[in-house]
């Protein structure tokens, strides 16, 4: 089924999707200029930018975006690092499948900044949540998540460059697994219909137990 990923950003998350597989019909960035619409040509995939500041609201935003979406046949949407908030109708109007990527163990540290929040509370483990996007800012329905040691002596750069490769590892296994129908997003609630627990185990030794 046909995803449309929306960014905003460096575009490290959307190459780990497009080297996935995943079939990504589309890319929204709403920001112009940003590396992700590189790494989205880049992959042979079509771009576009709606700028908010090219619109009256966010509801006007959102049906543009949701024209976009819908004009190159999405059926469901990653987030990656596309910095807004969705308007319950375009919600609705993918049928609850959107999903968002946010580099914290939510519901810790959600909202911007979220590695630096983590970093400066000198947190010993934090990590990555994969979930759906509701209404709110980052309180959507938990998916999956993975945790990432803190270590002694990290930065802040070495920590966030951490979080990012566990976010590589994870987004793109649930997504696939979204995409395969082992779970199922209805109503606000995650329904894992494959070997959740198996299939978890082996992120978290790859990126918890073995951080590097
Ligand atoms: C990621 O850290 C993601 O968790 C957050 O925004 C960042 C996007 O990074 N939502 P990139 O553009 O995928 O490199």
């Known amino acids: 089924m046909s995803w449309g990923v929306l960014v905003g950003g460096q575009g490290s ?3 780990a999707i ?3 597989g995943l ?3 589309w890319v929204v960035s709403h920001r112009p200029g940003v590396r992700a619409l590189d ?4 992959a042979g995939v079509g771009t576009t930018v709606l700028d908010p500041r090219d619109y009256r609201d966010r509801a006007e935003y959102d049906r543009a975006l949701v024209r976009v979406l819908r004009a190159h046949g999405v059926r469901r949407v ?6 807004r908030w969705l308007e319950p109708a375009t919600i609705a109007a993918f049928d609850g499948q959107i999903i968002n990527i ?4 939510l519901p810790s540290f959600p909202g911007l900044h979220a590695v630096e929040q983590a970093y400066r509370h000198g947190v010993r483990w934090t990590g990555v949540t994969v979930h759906a996007v509701d209404e709110g800012q980052d309180t959507g329905p938990i998916i999956a998540q993975i ?8 930065t802040l750069e070495t920590l966030t460059e951490r979080i990012h490769r566990a976010e590589h590892r994870l987004y793109p296994r649930v997504l696939a697994a979204i995409d395969r129908g082992l779970v199922e997003l209805a109503n606000g609630a995650v329904i894992w219909k494959g070997d959740y627990p198996q299939w978890n185990d082996g992120l978290y030794s790859a990126s918890a137990i073995n951080p590097d």
Request: aromatic fraction near 4%.
């Open 13 to 15: 998350n959307l190459r």
């Open 18 to 20: 497009l080297d996935s």
């Open 23 to 25: 079939p990504v019909a």
């Open 39 to 42: 790494v989205a040509r880049a």
């Open 78 to 83: 990653a987030m990656a690092g596309f910095l």
């Open 102 to 105: 946010h580099p914290s163990l």
């Open 147 to 154: 945790p990432v040691p803190c270590l002694p002596g990290d």
